[in-house]
C-alpha cells in the first residue's frame, strides 16, 4: 500500500528554520514527481516545491524560492524540505504528494497531478 507520512512541522520564530520529511513507503521515489504544498487557514492549496524521479529536477514557488530547498535520499526513500528565514506568511499545513506525470516543470504546482497524499504537518511561523 502507497504512503507518505510527514514529519518535522512545529512552530518557529520569525527567521528560523525546519525541515519537513516526506517519508514513502509501496513505492520507490526514482518513479514518482514528489511536491510539497501547503494550505493556509482560509486559502487554497499552494504548491511549494517538487522534485521529480528521474532526474532530480526541483522546482519552487517564487515565494520560496532561495529560502527553501527540496531534497531525496534515495535510499531511505524520503523526500525533505529545508525552509530557511521563515516567515509568518509561511503559516500552514504542509503536504507532501506523489503523481506519475509528464512535463513537470510546467505542471509540478497543480495539486491534481498527483495521486497520493499524506496527511499534512503543521508549520506555525510567529513570535
Known amino acids: 500500500q502507497l504512503q507518505l507520512v510527514e514529519s518535522g512541522g512545529g512552530s518557529v520564530q520569525p527567521g528560523g528554520s525546519l525541515r519537513l520529511s516526506c517519508a514513502a513507503s509501496?513505492?520507490?521515489?526514482?518513479?514518482?514527481?514528489i511536491g510539497w504544498f501547503r494550505q493556509a487557514p482560509g486559502k487554497e492549496r499552494e504548491g511549494v516545491s517538487s522534485i521529480t524521479g528521474s532526474t532530480g529536477s526541483t522546482f519552487y514557488a517564487d515565494s520560496v524560492k532561495g529560502r527553501f530547498t527540496i531534497s531525496r535520499d534515495n535510499a531511505k526513500n524520503t523526500v525533505y524540505l529545508q525552509m530557511n528565514s521563515l516567515k509568518p506568511e509561511d503559516t500552514a499545513v504542509y503536504y507532501c504528494?506523489?503523481?506519475?506525470?509528464?512535463?513537470?516543470?510546467?505542471?509540478?504546482?497543480?495539486?491534481?497531478?498527483?495521486?497520493?497524499w499524506g496527511q499534512g504537518t503543521q508549520v506555525t511561523v510567529s513570535s
Open positions: 504528494a506523489a503523481g506519475r506525470f509528464s512535463f513537470a516543470g510546467l505542471m509540478w504546482y497543480r495539486a491534481a497531478k498527483y495521486d497520493y
Open positions: 509501496g513505492f520507490t521515489l526514482d518513479d514518482y514527481v
